[in-house]
């Protein structure tokens, strides 16, 4: 007998909505019938016609745990998460410290498993500090990539980006010589910090302290400089690479040529790149603070045009959680203020609603955000699709339906500051989040008893 019985919706399969019935049975799809035919079931879940998707996978979360909890851990996030359709989460390391040994890794993995609400992976460090630790690393079997800044780290932050940074080129060689030895890649952060720093001190002597400068003092060149030099890199070096978050359509070209000549590389960028602009950071300041920058409406409509084509492999939150005192110390002063805001909880919702309103197809919003990152982070087919034996990782939503931001429900610690989403109607309603077989999230209301739920995800050999 099924544990459930999910029928009378339309299910994506293969790229299609399908009117079948979907059966689970310890916390596995373990079958797809014909809607016709119903499979006895403890339980009978009728979707009224709405739609069934694989839950979302998001490949770019920030949780500062340990470190500075105080911004919010591994369960506020994560209910967060599941608040948005994502079942799995894969964080990137900006902990104290970062997990660039095992050692450090078995330590976060013990704090995730006795909080997280949904099921996680974790990024690796990569620094030029330690680069006997990559190859050990990879082959502990534990992370499904690495994670690097191209800068020394942050004045009075070395505890958070310890093992976390490559300072120079020697350095990036080093790293990336050694990250070719193993099976997976890197994420970087890519802008060039030198130039960002020499036009942030324009900036600040020049008395240009609002909003916009935020963007100018990280201009299109400090993107594209430092995503030339990491394509250069790992074409000398045959190492994989992602360049994260990317936030220009130049940037997205460049990516696009290397791929035609073969460099192994992937691109992800992040909602705020395709639904947020210059004018809001100048609008919210410090709310809308983050790095890269937000861009010119103009840049962001081309921008769709590489998720549409395939250059964008996959679409990540950046979720950056902080308080609200270390945003609002920049209402007077934007380089005053952290860079980074939340938004796991959004990232489904928005692409989905870009679907209704004709920006992609929902085939492709599926690739990018359930599909892809399965497979390019090696954890497809346990998750990201609706087949049989897979985890029964799904999303109910309503095309039809509607919902209106209010950061006052956000489960994230960083409520706060999730200020530029704010009050937004999105054309698409999240019903029901399903992980592993268990309702976490029903009409907007998160099981706050699924503490510890979650489970570490490696990547399959």
Not at 334 to 354: E, K, Q
Not at 380 to 386: A, D, L
Request: net charge negative; with cysteine; charged share 30%.
């Amino acid at each position: 007998m099924l544990d459930l019985l999910i029928t009378n919706g339309k299910v994506y399969l293969d790229g299609v909505l399908s009117e079948v019935s979907v059966g689970i049975k310890d916390g596995k799809i373990a079958v797809i019938a014909d809607r016709d035919v119903q499979p006895e079931a403890e339980k009978m879940l009728d979707l009224g016609g709405k739609c069934l998707i694989p839950g979302a996978i998001d490949t770019h979360m920030h949780v500062r745990d340990p470190g500075h909890v105080e911004r919010g851990n591994f369960y506020t996030e994560t209910l967060a998460a599941a608040a948005g359709g994502v079942t799995t989460i894969m964080e990137h390391p900006i902990s104290v410290p970062p997990q660039y040994n095992a050692e450090i890794l078995d330590n976060r993995i013990r704090r995730a498993e006795e909080q997280c609400v949904v099921d996680f992976c974790f990024y690796g460090a990569m620094g030029g500090e330690f680069p006997e630790e990559i190859v050990k690393l990879a082959e502990d079997g534990r992370i499904v990539a690495f994670k690097t800044f191209l800068h020394a780290a942050p004045n009075g932050r070395y505890d958070e980006f310890k093992g976390l940074t490559t300072a120079d080129d020697g350095q990036l060689f080093t790293v990336m010589t050694e990250l070719a030895k193993t099976d997976l890649f890197c994420a970087f952060h890519a802008e060039d910090n030198d130039l960002c720093n020499f036009l942030t001190k324009k900036c600040k002597e020049e008395d240009r302290v609002t909003g916009r400068a935020h963007a100018e003092s990280r201009p299109v060149i400090t993107e594209v400089q430092s995503i030339e030099r990491v394509l250069r890199f790992a074409k000398e070096t045959g190492a994989k690479v992602e360049i994260a978050h990317v936030s220009t359509p130049q940037g997205m070209e460049l990516i696009k040529e290397a791929k035609r000549n073969g460099v192994k590389v992937y691109a992800e960028t992040c909602p705020h790149y395709l639904f947020l602009n210059e004018d809001d950071l100048e609008k919210y300041g410090p709310f809308a603070k983050c790095n890269p920058p937000l861009r010119p409406q103009e840049l962001v409509d081309r921008l769709w045009d590489y998720v549409n084509d395939g250059t964008v492999d996959y679409i990540g939150s950046d979720h950056s959680p902080f308080l609200l005192e270390e945003k609002t110390r920049g209402l007077s002063d934007i380089f005053a203020a952290v860079s980074g805001f939340p938004g796991v909880d959004l990232r489904l919702p928005l692409m989905l609603g870009a679907v209704k309103a004709g920006k992609l197809t929902l085939q492709k919003a599926i690739e990018l955000v359930c599909e892809n990152p399965a497979k390019k982070f090696r954890i497809f087919p346990q998750k990201g699709t609706i087949r049989v034996g897979a985890d029964a990782d799904l999303v109910v939503f309503d095309p039809e339906g509607t919902m209106v931001v209010d950061k006052a429900k956000n489960y994230s610690h960083a409520r706060d500051i999730a200020v530029p989403y704010d009050g937004r109607e999105i054309s698409c309603r999240l019903d029901l989040v399903i992980l592993r077989g268990r309702i976490l999230m029903e009409n907007g209301v998160v099981d706050e008893n699924a503490r510890a739920y979650g489970k570490l995800v490696c990547p399959v050999k």
